[in-house]
């Protein structure tokens, strides 16, 4: 990570200790809630992070510097680390713990992920990430089958487990309808995605014009591996049926004997 540009400079890249630099600010002392994060027992403990190295991160920015504590970028902030490219206004990474705090228009993309947010943690020895709020778009051709278009997916917390690869989002809403305010959504306390596998959304309740219609008796789960969706809301407009809302029940009687049964309300 060395570079002739000075540290503090304009156009900068962490490279080197400077001379002299800002002193730590307590966000960047304090980057990241330790609650439920793993590797967070605490300094000199099972879960104490070793020093930060070049192998582990990259960071541009238009302005960075670095202390002995902390390494910190702002203005168009661009970090790479071996699991993710994260894009921010400012960044704050706390050389200790290896727990980084994003700010700003956050992006972080990784292997089938990425997701948007205006707050990131991210700890880079484990790869657990918390976003705030946060914010993702999955493309049909994600999903194997019984999705025709992209599913946008939000909500006021996601927090990626790595040890399980799965992301859990808190009050999380999941609409095909790319309004800022859908018209229409499916809004669960909890959603669970595991990549490359399924998405769950605990008890959802549709909500049609901010109107709650019904509750599911029952957890809906779309996999991203069967070739078709079991059972699958379909919501929308057109000129002919002007808004509408259908439900698909996928049915199979034989391996050349299946078929949608929808009812339409």
């Given at each position: 990570?060395?570079?002739?540009?000075?540290?503090?400079?304009?156009?900068?890249?962490?490279?080197?200790?400077?001379?002299?630099?800002?002193?730590?600010?307590?966000?960047?002392?304090?980057?990241?809630?330790?609650?439920g994060?793993?590797?967070?027992?605490?300094?000199?403990?099972?879960?104490?992070?070793?020093?930060?190295?070049?192998?582990?991160?990259?960071?541009?920015?238009?302005?960075?510097?670095?202390?002995?504590?902390?390494?910190?970028?702002?203005?168009?902030?661009?970090?790479?680390?071996?699991?993710?490219?994260?894009?921010?206004?400012?960044?704050?990474?706390?050389?200790?713990?290896?727990?980084?705090?994003?700010?700003g228009?956050?992006?972080?993309?990784?292997?089938?992920?990425?997701?948007?947010?205006?707050?990131?943690?991210?700890?880079?020895?484990?790869?657990?990430?918390?976003?705030?709020?946060?914010?993702?778009?999955?493309?049909?051709?994600?999903?194997?089958?019984?999705?025709?278009?992209?599913?946008?997916?939000?909500?006021?917390?996601?927090?990626?487990?790595?040890?399980?690869?799965?992301?859990?989002?808190?009050?999380?809403?999941?609409?095909?309808?790319?309004?800022p305010?859908?018209?229409?959504?499916?809004?669960?306390?909890?959603?669970?995605?595991?990549?490359?596998?399924?998405?769950?959304?605990?008890?959802?309740?549709?909500?049609?014009?901010?109107?709650?219609?019904?509750?599911?008796?029952f957890?809906?789960?779309?996999?991203?591996?069967?070739?078709?969706?079991?059972?699958?809301?379909?919501?929308?407009?057109?000129?002919?049926e002007?808004?509408?809302?259908?439900?698909?029940?996928?049915?199979?009687?034989?391996?050349?004997?299946?078929?949608?049964?929808?009812?339409?309300?």
């Open positions: 990570m060395e570079s002739e540009t000075p540290v503090g400079e304009e156009g900068g890249q962490i490279a080197g200790e400077p001379a002299e630099a800002p002193q730590p600010t307590e966000a960047a002392a304090q980057p990241a809630p330790g609650e994060r793993p590797g967070a027992e605490g300094a000199g403990g099972p879960g104490a992070a070793r020093p930060l190295s070049e192998e582990q991160v990259e960071v541009q920015a238009e302005s960075v510097f670095m202390t002995e504590d902390v390494l910190a970028g702002s203005g168009g902030v661009v970090v790479r680390t071996q699991d993710y490219t994260i894009t921010a206004d400012t960044v704050e990474i706390n050389r200790r713990t290896n727990v980084g705090r994003f700010r228009r956050v992006v972080i993309e990784g292997r089938n992920q990425r997701a948007e947010g205006e707050a990131l943690w991210i700890d880079i020895d484990t790869g657990w990430w918390k976003l705030e709020p946060a914010a993702t778009t999955v493309q049909p051709e994600f999903f194997a089958g019984g999705v025709l278009e992209p599913l946008y997916a939000r909500g006021a917390e996601a927090n990626y487990d790595p040890d399980k690869d799965t992301v859990h989002v808190s009050r999380g809403e999941v609409t095909s309808c790319e309004l305010k859908p018209h229409y959504a499916l809004k669960s306390s909890q959603v669970t995605v595991r990549p490359d596998d399924k998405v769950t959304l605990r008890r959802p309740s549709l909500y049609f014009f901010g109107h709650r219609l019904l509750q599911y008796p957890n809906l789960t779309m996999s991203l591996r069967e070739r078709e969706q079991r059972v699958f809301p379909e919501l929308g407009s057109n000129d002919v002007g808004n509408y809302l259908k439900f698909a029940f996928l049915y199979l009687m034989g391996s050349h004997n299946n078929g949608v049964l929808r009812l339409h309300f």
